[in-house]
């Protein structure tokens, strides 16, 4: 069980939330929902034990796993399927076996024999004292359902990418859980297809311990939540509606609807005291009765409860694309391989201006490390990426690798600005940064303290000045709320430059509206077609 009593949370000077109750025990499936920054994340973080409140006192009275949306890891030498065994200490176990067993294998002292025979013992009791081979078995059957195969779990996470890790570390928490624990889940569905995604909802549907979900993945809500947390900004507090997804949804449009009924009323009844007390107020005689008036109508209006206030929505614009020649970027030969593993080869392409690309491919394909050449960012074991005539490219991450999280969020803006040649004063970088929803003091927040949302913001923020006619996409729309989202889509739809993307959002494709399809990891290159919208989402 996880509880909090009087809990405070801030971002710099801004409260976020404010002399909050909270209890996570077995049973319980929390949807913690709220807008891109409202902190969600920073919630999670306190609960977890990763950062402290400013106020109140956290308890943990028993086990837990904690999935943030940027997992970090020590040993990138360690493989895959090691760091998802780690989570009940069965990886070193194995480890040790294996060295005990070789050593066993060349002995020939009686003596010797004997105390390896002891110690093998002994990590054989251990071993199976962890759930030996059959928690083996389980944790391959997590990372099957995870999308991770074989030859993915035998790499070094440093040979994995950003969407790979992810899932590595989804299924540790997974296989770490008896079933009893608590689960802290920040933004799960990120980086997985949709057979993935549909067995996670099962799982999680199923699960018997506590668990806290922020996800703007409404079907997964839908299907797991038996409580909702709105974390409200506007008011620093959490509303908690002990309902499923849409019994919460059509509980909080009723309870806008009886509020704004209720102002209406109350409203309506102070003008009448209030003109009452004008025509009374005249009346020398009639003044004590005036003033009385006014003060009932002030505390009419005081005791209403807090109209649901409409949250901004961020102005999502993308770079006025610079002239350019006719192909702005092109590529020839292209391969990568980690060691024996062959990503992809032989990939060509050009892109021309104003054109639309979709790269697709199942996880592991190769996606966002073809999109990483094309940015320059990493070189390609053969081949070459050509610019052409007047080429600027701007490339979002999606693990956010160009935002310098050592940084505030204005030098961000800075540097980019400064890299892309724009002389642009701190005045208009803010009005910049106002439009995505980071106004006032929030330019001196750090970098490294945004939630998935708000870096999603700031990075498509850092492109406005960069006068970008390529446009490099790596999964858009990931970690946003359903407005922000859908200002992505309209300024993606809207773009006059040259876009290659990739994404499993069937929406962000049909607002791209692709011309051609690269698909992976064969390099082949296609006219779109509606056909291939199904590999979207296994992508």
């Known amino acids: 069980m996880i509880t909090a009593a009087g809990l405070e949370l ?10 909050a109750d909270l209890r996570i025990q077995p049973g319980d499936r929390i949807g913690l929902v709220g807008r891109n920054g409202a902190g969600k994340t920073t919630t999670m973080n306190v609960l977890a034990g990763l950062t402290q409140p400013y106020a109140g006192r956290i308890e943990n009275s028993g086990p837990f796993g904690y999935l943030p949306q940027d997992p970090r890891f020590a040993d990138l030498t360690q493989t895959a399927a090691n760091r998802v065994l780690s989570a009940r200490g069965l990886d070193q176990l194995l480890a040790d076996l294996a060295k005990t067993e070789a050593a066993l294998a060349e002995v020939a002292d009686d003596d010797k024999r004997d105390k390896l025979v002891n110690r093998y013992s002994r990590l054989e009791e251990q071993f199976s004292a962890r759930g030996g081979y059959q928690a083996e078995s389980d944790a391959a059957r997590i990372c099957s359902k995870l999308g991770l195969e074989d030859r993915i779990l035998a790499q070094p996470l440093s040979t994995l990418s950003g969407g790979q890790r992810r899932r590595v570390e989804l299924a540790r928490i997974l296989f770490s859980d008896d079933g009893d624990g608590i689960l802290l889940l920040d933004e799960p569905t990120n980086h997985l297809d949709a057979d993935s995604v549909n067995w996670l909802r099962g799982f999680l549907a199923g699960h018997k311990g506590g668990l806290v979900l922020i996800t703007h993945d409404v079907e997964l809500l839908d299907e797991v939540v038996n409580t909702v947390w709105f974390l409200d900004p506007t008011r620093s507090v959490i509303d908690i509606y002990n309902l499923g997804w849409k019994a919460y949804q059509r509980q909080r449009a009723e309870d806008a609807e009886r509020r704004r009924r209720e102002r209406a009323n109350a ?6 005291l209030t003109r009452q007390a004008a025509k009374l107020g005249a009346k020398a005689t009639k003044a004590k009765a005036a003033k009385g008036m006014i003060r009932r109508a002030e505390e009419m209006l005081d005791n209403l409860e807090e109209d649901l206030v409409q949250e901004k929505v961020a102005d999502v614009r993308l770079p006025q694309p610079a002239p350019c020649g006719k192909v702005p970027l092109t590529a020839s030969g292209l391969s990568k391989s980690y060691g024996s593993l062959e990503i992809f080869t032989g990939v060509d392409l050009a892109i021309d201006r104003g054109s639309r690309v979709v790269i697709l491919g199942l996880n592991g394909a190769g996606k966002t490390t073809l999109l990483r050449m094309l940015a320059g960012t990493l070189e390609p074991d053969t081949g070459e990426v050509e610019p052409g005539y007047g080429l600027r490219i701007g490339y979002f991450a999606q693990e ?16 980019a600005a400064s890299d892309s040649g724009a002389d642009l004063p701190d005045s208009e970088l803010r009005k910049i940064l106002g439009a995505f929803l980071f106004p006032g003091d929030d330019v001196h927040k750090p970098v ?26 790596d999964e858009p729309t990931n970690n946003l709320d359903p407005a922000s989202r859908q200002q992505v889509l309209d300024a993606v739809d809207g773009f006059s430059g040259a876009i290659v993307m990739v994404t499993h959002d069937p ?4 607002a791209l509206r692709p011309e051609r399809a690269i698909l992976l990891p064969d390099g082949d290159e296609d006219l779109w077609s509606d056909d291939l919208m199904e590999l979207v989402e296994l992508a």
Do not use: P
């Open 507 to 510: 929406g962000a494709v049909e």
């Open 448 to 473: 490294g303290v945004l939630s998935g949302g708000e870096k999603t913001r700031l990075a498509l923020a850092s492109l406005v000045s960069s006068g970008a006619n390529v446009l490099l996409l």
């Open 400 to 415: 956010h690798d160009t935002l310098d999280h050592t940084g505030t969020v204005l030098e961000q803006m800075q540097s």
């Open 267 to 272: 409203e309506k009844k102070a003008a009448t």
């Open 10 to 19: 801030r971002a710099g000077s801004r409260i976020l939330l404010s002399g």
